[in-house]
């Protein structure tokens, strides 16, 4: 690092605790849920475009989005491990950089395909078939790609190591920021995140009035589709908001050490956030398809139940009628109302997960009641 200019030596003093502490343990919690739930949505991903159902294309590409990044998660850890000391080469850390801003955008971008992909299916069923078809589906996914990959190649065009007082090492932390950086801050903010942002509310208000307003829609149908459209917005809010307002603030309002000794394990707290959404992604897909809500239910609460004993068979259930995989959320016209309708393929279900389906419907608003509880904790105890 000899050869550093003067503009690539860190003159604040950061502690760095918060990595070593938190980053850690939450990298390793996110590679050991993330890459399995990931390759089990791979594979229901692929289900989905087998039925030709252009939502999957987009659950496809966030799900290797994620993998994408998750990839890069072994070298951050190996980073945090040896004391923020980066001691691979430069391209390393530009393209780890890279993967990880590329993984925010891209997760946004795709979210907000899947949000105008439910409000076309939902509130036009009978109008713009051409833009829910498979090659427009593919269509919008390349550009999303091309869009996100041609910004981060900006990065590519500036160092990102750089030397802190202690001579260490330092992958893409600039403080205080760069002059370069102002622009491309401001086009986060504005075109990543608030954008999308509008994109989505207004998508998912006119879905949940449509839905609301379906007089022939079934029960179950109304609550899988706010399901899947409360756990897109929560994903968004949750894992990408509190960065985006720490990166405006910070783009605002940094200019002097000690403001960026007092901000700065809240902005990386927010930026660890958007991590997360490597985990939470994956859920999306137990409010499209009963069949990927059915494996988790074998592989993960069917175990658990046995091994605790929290349930028996019971000899005398009744009958129940067999599962049903929804691939598709699409809606018909009924008397001039919109009607959402689920289109089905009949799957056998044993008796032993008919025995459980009371465990897994507990198990289910467990889980959602606890994300929305660990979400509400987080924001309360952030300053505004």
């Known amino acids: 690092m000899s050869n550093m200019s003067e503009k690539d030596v860190i003159n604040c003093t950061i502690s760095h605790e918060i990595h070593q502490y938190v980053f850690s343990c939450v990298y390793i919690l996110v590679l050991l849920v993330g890459v399995p739930s990931n390759l089990y949505s791979l594979y229901h991903a692929v289900l989905q475009l087998k039925q030709r159902n252009e939502l999957g294309v987009y659950l496809l590409n966030l799900t290797v989005s994620d993998l994408l ?21 430069e391209w390393l850390c530009q393209l780890c950089g890279f993967l990880l801003y590329e993984n925010i955008y891209i997760s ?96 998912y208000l006119c879905v949940l009035r449509a839905v609301g307003r379906s007089a022939g829609t079934q029960p179950d149908q109304k609550t899988r589709i706010r399901q899947l459209v409360s756990s897109t917005i929560l994903i968004f809010l949750v894992c990408f ?56 239910y074998r592989a993960v609460v069917r175990p658990i139940a046995r091994l605790l004993c929290c349930c028996r068979r019971r000899g005398n259930a009744s009958p129940t009628n067999p599962a049903t995989d929804s691939h598709e959320v699409v809606t018909d016209e009924n008397n001039g109302q919109p009607t959402v309708t689920l289109l089905t393929h009949a799957t056998v ?20 009641n606890t994300v929305y509880l660990l979400s509400y904790l987080f924001l309360t105890h952030f300053p505004r």
Not at 70 to 82: G, K, M, N, R
Not at 274 to 293: G, K, Q, W
Not at 354 to 364: K, N
């Open 108 to 203: 946004i971008g795709f979210l907000c395909c899947i949000s105008l992909d439910r409000y076309l299916a939902v509130v036009h069923p009978l109008r713009f078939n051409a833009l829910r078809s498979m090659k427009a589906a593919w269509l919008a996914s390349a550009i999303v790609w091309i869009k996100e990959i041609a910004v981060g190649v900006v990065f590519f065009r500036h160092k990102e190591l750089s030397t802190d007082r202690t001579n260490q090492s330092v992958c893409f932390e600039h403080y205080p920021m760069r002059p370069w950086e102002y622009d491309i801050n401001y086009y986060r903010f504005i075109v990543g995140f608030l954008f999308p942002l509008a994109i989505l509310l207004i998508s």
């Open 69 to 89: 990044y998750l990839a890069s998660l072994p070298l951050w850890l190996q980073y945090i491990f040896q004391g923020d000391d980066w001691r691979h080469r």
């Open 241 to 296: 908001s509190p960065y985006h307002i720490f990166l405006l603030v910070r783009t605002l309002l940094e200019r002097d050490c000690a403001f960026i000794e007092g901000i700065f394990n809240y902005y990386h707290l927010s930026l660890m956030l958007t991590t997360l959404n490597c985990v939470a992604d994956p859920a999306l897909y137990c409010f499209v398809s009963e069949s990927a809500r059915r494996g988790l």
């Open 349 to 368: 279900s044993s008796q032993s997960e008919r025995t459980h389906e009371c465990m897994w419907a507990g198990f289910e608003n467990i889980s959602i």
